[in-house]
């Protein structure tokens, strides 16, 4: 699978406060060391981690740690509900979203789309400029209350649910999906049932965009990062990281071709490889 990377934008990302107590920061650190061979590093491994937080500070890392050390039973949705009144000044663009849209053919108009993973709706803004109709899905209440409020003037309808499960009838037929970020979060094991989910909403011939995080930057920092996703999974949390190949084998394994692929650079050690994918006539 090829990655066209021509022409590669960069997503703006506010530097937003967050601020996690010393004594959690010192907890965080002992326990990701856990998960890291101690010939890892030539140094400290403690100073590696707290050196990559520092550098780093992304503010979904960011205040997954100071959530996880706040209730000791977050989910990921459960997340997306705490910090739902941070999400718009940790992200204020929609370059993600503006991006994945953008690849759709010039002057393409579809009757109805869904928003899988809307959020507080900034992705179902420019999804509107390309359908009629739109559905607005997000699993977390509050993060739709805020998208609600947002585009209550618009034809969206809004709707809480799980994207694990079958889409029901009203989830179905729809000639475009858009889902921005939303694979970073898929349960291990659940990778196949996603992509289900997306080839059954769609129509015959139709459209999906959708974007897969991607690791990037030394080997002292992958392998930090490598350390926080097993963490952060062993806490019930999903923040997920793949491989071009994975990726590759996940879209045509469950009826999908690559019509085209580009490249988003993070500030952050991670790249976003966006597709534009086209489901197959048959099932």
């Not at 039973?73 to 459960?78: D, M, Q, Y």
């Not at 849209?101 to 400029?129: H, Q, R, Y």
């Not at 989830?171 to 694979?183: E, Q, W």
């Not at 692929?261 to 534009?276: N, V």
Request: aromatic residues 8%.
């Amino acid at each position: 699978m090829d990655t066209d990377v021509t022409n590669i934008e960069t997503e703006e990302v506010a530097e937003t406060e967050v601020d996690i107590a010393e004594e959690d920061k010192v907890r965080f650190i002992e326990e990701v060391s856990q998960y890291i061979d101690s010939d890892t590093f030539s140094g400290s491994t403690e100073d590696y981690i707290m050196g990559y937080i520092d550098r780093v500070q992304e503010p979904e890392l960011l205040i997954l740690i100071k959530g996880i050390f706040e209730d000791d039973k977050l989910t990921t949705t459960k997340m997306y509900d705490k910090w739902a009144g941070l999400y718009d000044l940790a992200f204020p663009d929609r370059t993600h979203a503006n991006r994945l849209i953008s690849m759709l053919d010039s002057g393409v108009k579809v009757n109805k789309a869904l928003d899988l993973g809307c959020g507080t709706g900034e992705s179902t803004i420019p999804l509107l400029e390309v359908s009629d109709k739109v559905v607005a899905m997000d699993a977390s209440s509050e993060m739709l209350n805020i998208a609600k409020d947002k585009l209550a003037d618009r034809a969206v309808d809004f709707m809480q649910a799980d994207f694990l499960q079958p889409p029901g009838e009203s989830l179905k037929d729809f000639d475009l999906v858009l889902s921005v970020g939303v694979t970073r979060h898929i349960p291990l094991g659940e990778e196949d049932n996603f992509m289900r989910f997306i080839f059954d909403a769609l129509k015959p011939g139709a459209t999906a965009l959708l974007s897969f995080v991607t690791r990037r930057g030394s080997s002292a920092d992958c392998a930090i990062d490598i350390a926080l996703e097993k963490w952060l999974f062993d806490r019930g949390i999903n923040d997920r990281r793949f491989d071009n190949e994975f990726i590759g084998e996940l879209i045509s394994a469950n009826g999908f071709t690559v019509k085209s692929t580009t490249s988003m650079e993070s500030k952050y050690l991670y790249d976003k490889q966006l597709f534009e994918l086209v489901k197959s006539e048959t099932t």
